[in-house]
């Protein structure tokens, strides 16, 4: 790993992580992704009643252990019914400082990653580099966002429009950077 990989990655890691921090913030693109109900209180009231543990619970869901057979009997008991999938925890933790340095690490590590698959291309160009990153931040949105979105029926727009954004960013630096 030469000091290229490392400015490279630290720059473009920060540059990744600005355009998240203002696509969740700021620009609020995530919002259709975190409604407001104005039942919010009753609903965690109730949830504290009934949910002993943190963890992402999906209902109606069989019990553990249960046969086959009786899982196919739920799921035909439930079509047409509601569904939830809900992320419970039974204490808001608002010291966002860790966080915030691991969500800056794994944009450095991949950004590390994207530029050893750009330094594998002969002849880079500025345009290529762009290119490549894009395709590389789609890839992740099909693979992970996209393919929830298919099964939890939820909205992706977002996370598609933060998989070109920042990758375009992020690759407009490293095609100016890396070529220098």
Known sequence: MNTKMIVGAL?????????QFLSWTMLNMHGSQQKYTPNQDSILNFLSTQLTEDGTYFLPNAAPGATQEDQQKLMESSAGKPWAQISYH???NMAMGMNMVRGYLVDVFAVMLLIWLLLKIPELSFQTAIISSIVVG???YLTTEYTNSIWFENNSVPDL????V??????????YYLKR
């Open 11 to 19: 720059v473009g890691g920060l540059l990744v992580f600005i355009w």
């Open 166 to 175: 920042s990758w375009a960013i992020c690759g407009t630096w490293l095609g």
């Open 90 to 92: 039974k204490s808001m």
């Open 161 to 164: 429009i933060d998989a070109i």
């Open 138 to 140: 789609v890839i992740g």
